[in-house]
């Protein structure tokens, strides 16, 4: 059975694919034909395209639902960040 858009998003935060961080800087607008780094499909030229910019250099293209979808997720992952003990 095909997974949803959402369920691959999701599977790729829970991997790691996707960072678990919030994103606050992206820009959006028209697709240049991209393939979607969230649901790996491509962005319609009828679709906006979500561009991500992390570490300064790598840029990611996603559906701008996808992209919600990535953000919905972060947060909601226990990934054994280590506590600072005071
Ligand atoms: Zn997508």
Known sequence: MAQ?????????????V?????????????????????????????EIEVEVEL??????RLHQVCFGIWQAHVGTLHLGVPQTAE
């Open 4 to 16: 949803s858009r959402s369920e691959v998003v999701q599977a790729k935060v829970t991997a790691g």
């Open 18 to 46: 996707l960072l678990n961080i919030e994103v606050t800087k992206v820009w959006v607008g028209k697709t240049t034909g991209s393939q979607c780094y969230g649901c790996d499909h491509a962005i319609a030229p009828s």
């Open 55 to 60: 570490a300064g250099s790598l840029v990611l």
